[in-house]
């Protein structure tokens, strides 16, 4: 009825679960491991539903996992750093072993912006991943050796997902993302990632006096 251009749903790669097949295209089967994913699942078919009964002018985009300057303390990669910054002796962490497709919150953005003004992304679900694949394991060893840091790295049971919860592997194709929009990702492969981080790290190195992450724990 307001003649609305776009309607642009942030919706998860969580929505796939542990990858069924890697890279994860649009086509992977929803999984919802987690009331989270589930309910992302269910927002997802809902917007789509509009589309088709409506002509609603519905885009999907399924960010995996984005990380940079302001994210909130709950999220991995920030509470290292924070960690290491706050010169702490240990940090207490969940499962090392997933993977993670990471993305630098300046090519999510893009991704946003490029989808919603590409007429060619109206009814269509895509994924914006970097395709590129990290554990935490190895994310907290380039964080450490980026920061120069020894800090230790305790795996704590109570942090653990349950079993069948746990999303494992997160590995994103965004070839249907480069196909129908101009979107130039500038953060991808090990060298985007390793660059991704360190404008990471500056900027948390340069804020944290300001930033209410003093606390030498990660937030469960």
């Not at 642009?8 to 987690?34: C, D, N």
């Not at 993670?100 to 912006?113: G, K, L």
């Not at 660059?195 to 724990?217: A, Q």
Request: contains cysteine; glycine residues 6%; positive net charge.
């Amino acid at each position: 009825d307001l003649n609305i251009e776009k309607v642009l749903i942030t919706s998860t790669s969580e929505t796939y679960g542990t990858a069924q097949f890697v890279p994860i295209t649009e086509s992977h089967p929803l999984v919802g491991q987690s009331p989270y994913a589930a309910s992302k699942i269910g927002a997802d078919q809902l917007a789509l539903s509009y589309w088709r009964s409506f002509n609603t002018p519905v885009s999907i985009i399924r960010p995996f996992n984005t990380y940079g300057p302001r994210q909130s303390a709950r999220a991995v990669i920030p509470t290292i750093i924070s960690q290491i910054l706050n010169q702490a002796e240990y940090i207490k962490l969940g499962a090392l072993s997933p993977t993670r497709d990471f993305n630098y919150v300046e090519d999510i953005c893009a991704a946003f912006y490029s989808i919603g003004q590409s007429k060619n992304t109206i009814g269509k679900v895509i994924n914006a991943s970097s395709n590129f694949e990290i554990s935490i394991g190895d994310t907290v060893n380039l964080i450490k050796e980026l920061m120069n840091s020894n800090i230790k790295v305790i795996s704590e049971n109570k942090r653990l997902r349950p079993e069948n919860s746990e999303v494992n592997r997160l590995f994103g194709d965004n070839s249907l993302l480069l196909k129908l929009t101009e979107w130039n990702p500038k953060y991808t492969g090990s060298d985007g990632f390793k660059k991704g981080i360190i404008k990471t790290i500056n900027w948390f190195t340069k804020n944290m006096d300001n930033l209410d992450y003093k606390n030498k724990d990660y937030i469960i």
